[in-house]
């Protein structure tokens, strides 16, 4: 990792893609098609809680000097698994939409670099690809619900088949957040094709079409909308997931303490805080405001994971300052990918942990333990 910032500083050697997060989504957006900045961008409402998300600046790092950090350890154990970072990929769909890598690109960083990926359920490559692509790096599966239980079930199954670690149930999506710039373009160009192909290949869903998705992608993607999602959801229906499969199921997209409570009174082995990267409720607090309640209630249960609104290694240092165990990494990888695919996600995945590990050493922390809430002041503490 060191040689990531030695090299900035040598003329001849200055990397050939741009560093700053700023400076790589403006890149990005170059690439993109309306669709995908609008699928990407895809903040609720006002965008209010997506913006609130990226502001960390109410909590400060206070260093510590000269505490021998010439040697630092950026491994974590999570869920059995002694990982090297504490960093992990978000899920996250369609990526056919940012280019043309798409998840197999996303992958094949991911497995480069022994960063751990959470593959989303709207993938635009069937999951079991995706899983060939990451032979050794650990890989999680992000489960949507799907009103139609076949289809539902046929995905636990499958991912356990094809060698996924956990799932990860998302539960702040029964439905889709009202996404504006989406709404105003259609979700149909986002589904159709090989958009959302992790359904079109699922045996249960096929099953469930009069014709094959190649034939009529139209009815293939007005049954897709059809079962998307489930609202009548409640914490008694997680059995559901528990009955069919043995993998442990982590569950992304919790805010209130008490909904931690129950994700382990129903059995979670970790809880995710997020907020869908302000995509689902304009207006909610935000990831790192509601960050502390929770791990004061889970009280080290169960680990705590955290994203959104993560863009630089300082965001996530005080998110583990504050207690998460990991912190995922959502559209900073996004654009890397609608930048420079495969080698754009690695780009900003491994700048980020080259990062990290500068942050981590200059705030004088050899390992992650010593990322503790001593090395963090909240404003009104000031
Ligand atoms: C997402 N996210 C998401 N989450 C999930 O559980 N399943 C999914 O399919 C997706 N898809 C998705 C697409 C896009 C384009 C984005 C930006 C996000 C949410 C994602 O996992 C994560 O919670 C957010 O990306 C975190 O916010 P930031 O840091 O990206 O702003």
Redo the contacts with the bound molecule.
């Keep these: 990792l060191k040689e990531v910032y030695r090299k900035g500083m040598l003329e001849d050697e200055t990397p050939d893609l741009p560093t700053s997060f700023e400076d790589i989504r403006d890149a990005a957006w170059e690439n993109m098609s309306e669709e995908g900045r609008a699928?990407?961008h895809?903040g609720a409402g006002s965008d209010e809680t997506?913006e609130r998300?990226?502001d960390f600046s109410n909590y400060r790092i206070v260093p510590r000097m000269l505490r021998g950090v010439a040697e630092r350890d950026l491994s974590v154990e999570l869920l059995g698994e002694e990982l090297d970072w504490p960093v992990m990929i978000?899920?996250?769909?369609?990526q056919t939409l940012l280019h043309d890598d798409a998840e197999l690109g996303t992958a094949a960083a991911a497995e480069e670099l022994n960063v751990p990926l959470c593959l989303?359920?709207?993938s635009s490559t069937p999951m079991e690809e995706v899983a060939e692509a990451m032979p050794t790096t650990p890989k999680w599966f992000?489960f949507?619900w799907s009103s139609d239980r076949d289809v539902a079930r046929s995905f636990l199954h499958r991912a356990e088949e094809a060698g996924y670690d956990a799932i990860?149930l998302?539960v702040d999506?029964p439905t889709l957040g009202w996404r504006e710039r989406l709404i105003d373009r259609g979700y149909y160009p986002f589904m159709a094709g090989e958009g959302v192909a992790n359904y079109f290949s699922d045996p249960a869903f096929r099953d469930s079409l009069a014709e094959p998705p190649e034939e009529n992608p139209d009815a293939a993607v007005d049954h897709f909308l059809d079962i998307f999602g489930d609202s009548s959801l409640t914490w008694d229906d997680l059995s559901f997931v528990f009955e069919n499969t043995d993998l442990p199921v982590v569950i992304?997209g919790v805010l209130h303490p008490e909904d931690a409570r129950l994700a382990i009174e129903h059995g979670a082995a970790a809880v995710d805080v997020?907020t869908?990267?302000?995509?689902q409720v304009d207006g909610s607090i935000s990831a790192i405001e509601a960050l502390p309640d929770v791990v004061d209630e889970v009280d080290g249960e169960v680990p705590v994971m955290f994203?959104?609104?993560?863009r630089r290694a300082s965001d996530a240092f005080k998110a583990m300052a504050l207690g998460a165990d990991t912190v995922?990494?959502?559209?900073p990888y996004?654009y890397g990918l609608a930048m420079a695919g495969q080698r754009g996600v690695r780009h900003v995945v491994e700048n980020f942990l080259a990062e990290f590990d500068l942050t981590m050493g200059l705030a004088g922390c050899s390992n992650v333990d010593e990322i503790g809430r001593d090395r963090l002041k909240h404003e009104r503490e000031l």
């Design positions: 699928y990407v895809g997506f998300n990226k978000t899920p996250l769909g369609v989303s359920s709207l992000q949507y990860v998302t999506a992304k997020s869908h990267g302000g995509r994203d959104s609104g993560v995922m990494l959502g559209r996004a």
